[in-house]
């Protein structure tokens, strides 16, 4: 994934003041058909991968305000925003959502969140925790547990059933955890791990959690969301829109197969 550079002409996007000694970031790309969920087309359509792609940006949304509210946390939250803040989907999104908006930096992956970690430890944020978009039934708690872990680790990780991480919290500066990691691979998180571990950076995980890259990572995922809804209402933890929209991607994937 790239992003655009900055340009010096580029408004400034809004920004909530920071109010607590944490941030919350959800580092997300606008619904934009051909451009997110690329990997899952074919058999989706990018319409369909770019509807689903919206739907976990708000659900994110959506279960960080929860797990604030549930536990209590004084925490800041944001988005960071590709291709840019000013993108009419961001906009409504922190008009909705009360968040403050941040630009993605940078021409690949771990250079725009290192970009976005050093903004807000700049603002005066002692922990921050930035969480993707493709874990749309992320347990509330794993959260809680990301800002408890960083009262004494310098860095927490969560990671993804692929190799990768889901979630990356961290209470200083680590550009070493950017440097050099072969993004896209399921040796990200080892090796980002041996780099903090040989710069000194202590840290800790929480639970690993399945995110949603490939054709069976998604049909795993309308497995979970099936199985969901037999849950009591107070105990799912996929959004109804979520569900609706799975449930209707499953169908079409087995009419496409038959």
């Not at 058999?43 to 792609?53: I, S, V, Y």
């Not at 008009?95 to 603002?123: C, K, P, W």
């Not at 199985?227 to 996929?238: I, V, Y």
Request: charged share 25%; hydrophobic share 40%; net charge positive.
């Amino acid at each position: 994934m790239t992003a655009p550079r900055s340009s010096p002409h580029r408004p400034v996007p809004s920004v909530t003041p920071p109010h607590a000694a944490n941030a919350l970031v959800v580092f997300a790309k606008a619904p934009v058909p051909g451009q997110v969920k690329t990997r899952l087309c074919p058999p989706l359509t990018p319409d369909e991968a770019a509807t689903l792609h919206g739907s976990f940006v708000l659900d994110q949304l959506e279960r960080t305000k929860a797990a604030i509210a549930k536990f209590k946390l004084s925490v800041d939250r944001y988005v960071a925003c590709s291709p840019s803040a000013t993108h009419e989907f961001f906009k409504i999104l922190s008009a909705r959502h009360g968040v403050g908006l941040l630009d993605q930096m940078g021409e690949d992956i771990g250079t725009r969140m290192h970009q976005v970690f050093i903004d807000l430890f700049s603002r005066g944020y002692k922990r921050i925790v930035l969480v993707g978009t493709d874990v749309p039934n992320l347990p509330l708690s794993h959260y809680r547990q990301a800002f408890e872990l960083l009262q004494q680790q310098d860095a927490v990780f969560g990671p993804a059933q692929d190799g990768g991480y889901y979630l990356l919290g961290l209470r200083k500066p680590a550009p070493e955890l950017f440097r050099d990691i072969p993004w896209s691979t399921n040796q990200v998180l080892a090796l980002t791990e041996q780099r903090a571990a040989e710069a000194g950076v202590t840290h800790a995980r929480v639970p690993v959690w399945r995110d949603v890259d490939t054709l069976d990572d998604l049909k795993a995922l309308i497995d979970d969301a099936s199985a969901d809804r037999k849950r009591p209402k107070g105990e799912q933890l996929f959004s109804s829109r979520t569900a609706g929209a799975l449930d209707l991607t499953g169908k079409r994937l087995r009419d496409r197969q038959t």
